[in-house]
């Protein structure tokens, strides 16, 4: 099904630094002047340990997350606040309990702000975008089903549907596929991909799982914790017509070992056995 591309967002962050007020302790930085572009149509992926702000960073530029200091530009103009351009998909789905999976994804154009100012074309045109969002995401069998009806890779593929709903120029993604199985997870990255190169929309996509990150995106950006800025960005050499073997090739592992090396690295404990190591040792100093 071939659908009509959107309009491709591009960003720039400019010495982003952002800090979280804390009660009686001095001020915690998260964020230390962090800069980086992504590029229209690009699917550009965060990957990092706990702590390293990638999900502040995406949600300052959602506009859910005020910053202290820098600048950030989409499309020529600063970010203040949320915006239609702009649609986020959470971990948690978020879907309306009392609403079908049809009338979750039309949710947005049931809003007064926008329905005040849609003509009859629009109303049609609407529901031939839903309709079609439902077949891509293989979920026309469920349009009239509830969402404690459905899976929770079904839940988050709505999830997605309704943030497709309104064309919107750039798709934010935190940690989305975080709580679905290894199996639903694949399914959901072939999805994603076939999505991204159906609607041709920005995608900043944010997770800690380094496969993950090398088998979606168009570059990887690693950002180090205490405060969060980047400490690397890695292009993913693969085309953008991925299948699953990828992952089991030696250019993929050994890419995947160098992203979980600079990790390590930046967050003071290289490997799972330091630690099992320290922990021994003050076990038998006790």
Not at 56 to 61: D, E, F, G, M, V
Not at 262 to 267: A, G, V
Request: proline residues 4%.
């Amino acid at each position: 099904m071939k659908m009509p591309a959107m309009s491709q967002s591009e960003v720039h962050f400019e010495t982003v630094s952002k800090s979280f007020k804390r009660r009686n302790e001095s001020a915690l930085l998260v964020l230390d002047q962090v800069s980086l572009h992504v590029a229209p149509g690009e699917f550009l992926v965060l990957v990092g340990a706990s702590g390293c702000g990638k999900s502040t960073l995406l949600r300052i530029l959602a506009g859910l997350e005020t910053y202290d200091s820098g600048r950030v530009i989409l499309d020529g103009q600063p970010v203040h606040g949320p915006g239609a351009d702009r649609a986020m998909v959470f971990q948690h789905y978020s879907l309306y309990p009392w609403l079908t999976v049809k009338d979750n994804i039309r949710f947005s154009r049931q809003l007064r702000v926008v329905r005040d100012q849609l003509t009859s074309s629009d109303v049609e045109a609407a529901s031939g975008r839903s309709d079609a969002l439902l077949s891509l995401m293989g979920l026309s069998h469920a349009a009239d089903y509830y969402p404690n009806q459905l899976s929770g890779g079904m839940q988050q593929r709505v999830a997605i549907a309704r943030a497709l709903m309104n064309r919107p120029k750039l798709l934010l993604m935190d940690e989305p596929f975080g709580a679905l199985d290894a199996q639903t997870r694949e399914v959901m990255h072939d999805l994603i991909r076939h999505v991204h190169q159906l609607e041709g929309t920005t995608i900043v996509f944010v997770t800690h799982d380094v496969e993950e990150a090398l088998y979606l995106g168009d570059r990887v950006v690693v950002m180090a914790p205490r405060p969060g800025r980047i400490d690397s960005v890695v292009s993913v050499p693969f085309g953008r017509q991925r299948e699953q073997d990828l992952k089991a090739t030696v250019d993929f592992l050994g890419l995947k070992r160098q992203i979980l090396h600079r990790i390590r690295e930046t967050s003071g404990m290289k490997t799972n056995r330091d630690m099992l190591e320290q922990l021994s040792q003050q076990g038998s100093q006790n």
